[in-house]
């Protein structure tokens, strides 16, 4: 197998909206090697349908945006990040808007949304529901016409490199079409991975979800917190087959009603209705279902126009006509699937880990934007602002390569072991959905560690093979994520615990460091 070391100014790893930004702030101080596990386009942000918060008009402030966010996050926010990510994102947006990209106006003013949570139209939204699809495509085209930055597309990174003090100086990695290694080192690494939403069984993300930047940085030193905040989106598509999409919260914004299987609609009882933030709507979404004999509720727009959704939603319309669904006549069904994860790196205000050198951004990190639960259309704005952040803190300090790194040798794929990973990776989905879901309680949580625990000891220790690195890695974080949930004894957000359903208001973050003298997965 050829092996390949290059050395670059700033390493990005992800291309969803939080490393192509970081990648084109980067570009303007060094050279920069950004490196993807699929294509550009398998991002979530790629998928993201909602939209992007801004504040952006005179009838709207700031004040009001960060209000919002903080009573969403129910009391776990970081206030000072919150109001960066407000005031800071409404200003990354404007320089984009300026610089073409596109969202949907009419007459020549923006069209904006109203979303669950929010107090003012301030969601901005691109073709309908395809913001992210629009934004990834518009920053997309960007990164490739920038010569400094170099793109590296369909390659598993698989460690970070660190010298003798600690310090991160990039990553290796393997190149699937070229079979090949690769080694980057450079004095600054960024982490954009994404989360982990795609471990569960029902999920709105991509299939590479799978949380992989979160088990590189804990190998390497740096904090996990808020794991067990996991969002729940309350309208995904249903379908007997488990095949699932997001139906925007967009739609529930131009008055969309959720009704059980008796036509009943049971938002009404709530201040908000339909538009009540996130954790409200999936808990009522999920009792509904407990209480009937269907495993989905139905979203009904029969009552809006038709022509004006089409209009605007041309392609989630289109979709859900393709699975036989006429919303003239009937409801979309749709339950809860797993869709953001809070929880990630834990980092500061510049989007600094616990280890040197290691930035994190986006859904691998927990900035503490979102507290408890996220605040629709929250995401792509805290990629925007934290990417940048992350830059700019880096090109200010002097980076500069020292000590010798370490040579780790070869690296193999045993394809044999291929089906063996992916029925290891249903058995974990498997016990993620049943224990660590929706609702939760002590033996389930319990049941959920010591399987975890029980998994990891029977996995063969293979440092240098692919599906053997994958599965533990998977495995470590899906145990932490259960050892969370069951550690946090209260209700609070996206994260219910029906042995402890009032809230705690002494509770903090939950984090986890893996102990210094171990340096090998698990």
Aim: aromatic share 8%.
């Amino acid at each position: 197998m050829k092996s390949t070391a290059i050395s670059t100014d700033f390493l990005i790893i992800g291309s969803g909206a939080a490393g192509l930004n970081a990648a084109l702030h980067a570009s303007r101080h060094g050279e920069v090697r950004l490196i993807t596990k699929s294509g550009l386009e398998d991002s979530s942000s790629y998928w993201a349908q909602g939209g992007i918060a801004a504040v952006l008009t005179e009838g709207d402030t700031y004040q009001s945006h960060k209000k919002d966010t903080l009573a969403a996050g129910r009391g776990l926010c970081n206030t000072q990040a919150v109001d960066l990510l407000v005031r800071e994102g409404a200003r990354e947006v404007q320089r984009y808007i300026d610089r073409g990209m596109n969202f949907d106006k009419t007459d020549g003013e923006l069209d904006l949304g109203l979303e669950g949570g929010h107090s003012n139209r301030r969601v901005l939204h691109a073709n309908g529901a395809a913001t992210g699809k629009a934004l990834i495509e518009f920053l997309t085209k960007l990164v490739k016409a920038e010569e400094r930055i170099t793109v590296t597309e369909q390659a598993f990174v698989y460690r970070l490199l660190q010298d003798g003090e600690g310090r991160c100086r990039g990553a290796e990695a393997y190149l699937y079409r070229e079979d090949e290694l690769l080694t980057i080192e450079s004095p600054v690494t960024i982490l954009a991975t994404g989360g982990y939403s795609g471990l569960f069984q029902r999920s709105t993300n991509p299939h590479t979800s799978t949380g992989d930047g979160l088990w590189l940085g804990y190998e390497a030193g740096a904090i996990l917190q808020d794991l067990e905040f996991v969002q729940f989106h309350p309208t995904a598509f249903y379908a007997p087959d488990g095949s699932t999409f997001l139906i925007s919260e967009a739609v529930r914004g131009e008055g969309a009603y959720l009704l059980n299987e008796k036509g009943e609609r049971f938002m009404e009882a709530y201040k908000q209705k339909e538009l009540s933030p996130r954790d409200v709507v999936s808990q009522e979404i999920f009792r509904q279902i407990e209480q009937q004999e269907k495993e989905y509720v139905y979203l009904d727009i029969r009552h809006l126009d038709t022509q004006r959704m089409n209009d605007h939603f041309p392609n989630l319309m289109g979709k859900v006509a393709e699975h036989g669904i006429d919303i003239k006549n009937e409801g979309i069904p749709v339950a809860p699937a797993a869709h953001y994860c809070i929880g990630g790196l834990a980092t500061d205000l510049d989007a600094r880990t616990t280890v040197e050198g290691l930035y994190a951004c986006g859904e691998v990190a927990a900035t503490g934007v979102h507290g408890a639960n996220r605040l629709a259309s929250n995401s792509l704005l805290e990629c925007l602002v934290f990417s940048k952040r992350a830059v700019t803190h880096a090109a200010m300090r002097e980076n500069k390569n020292q000590g010798t790194l370490p040579v780790w040798g070869s690296f193999v794929i045993q394809q044999e072991a291929g089906d063996q990973f992916v029925a290891f990776q249903q058995q974990v989905s498997a016990l993620l959905s049943r224990h660590v879901g929706i609702q939760r309680h002590r033996e389930g949580l319990e049941e959920a560690v010591h399987a975890f625990h029980t998994i990891k000891e029977k996995l063969p220790n293979k440092p240098n093979e692919y599906f053997s690195i994958r599965s533990r890695g998977l495995v470590q974080l899906a145990g932490l994520i259960a050892e969370a949930a069951l550690q946090r004894k209260e209700s609070r957000g996206v994260h219910t615990r029906i042995d402890f359903p009032e809230r705690d208001n002494t509770s903090r973050h939950l984090s986890f460091q893996k102990p210094l003298e171990h340096k090998e997965l698990l």
